[in-house]
């Protein structure tokens, strides 16, 4: 697809491209230069307070943890009582 470059280097992305890639308004796009081509990707700008989560070894420990419920190797307590009984914390 052709495009034209405007006034203030603003390009317009065709419409079904946007519907295709799921774009919204506010979206931020990556653009890169790569071998004389323009390559252009959405990207989620993630707050730097959250980002643990989706560290490799977070994100592991959540399949993991999603591998357990599917096995049925979770319980849960119906008081705190039986919590810390169950955790060998009751006295």
Same mark, same amino acid.
């Given at each position: 697809m052709l495009v034209e470059l405007k006034q203030k280097s603003q390009v317009t992305i065709p419409s079904e491209l946007v519907k295709k890639m799921?774009?919204?308004?506010? #979206?931020?796009?990556?653009? %890169?230069?790569? #071998?004389?081509?323009?390559? %252009?990707?959405?990207v989620v700008i993630i707050h730097r307070d959250q980002v643990w989560f989706y560290s490799k070894e977070w994100q592991q420990g959540e399949v993991r943890v999603n591998e357990d419920i599917k096995e049925g190797k979770v319980r849960t307590a119906s008081s705190k009582a039986e919590l810390f009984k169950d955790l060998g914390l009751d006295e």
């Open positions: 799921n774009l919204r308004p506010g #979206d931020k796009l990556e653009v %890169i230069e790569q #071998d004389g081509r323009l390559i %252009i990707t959405p």
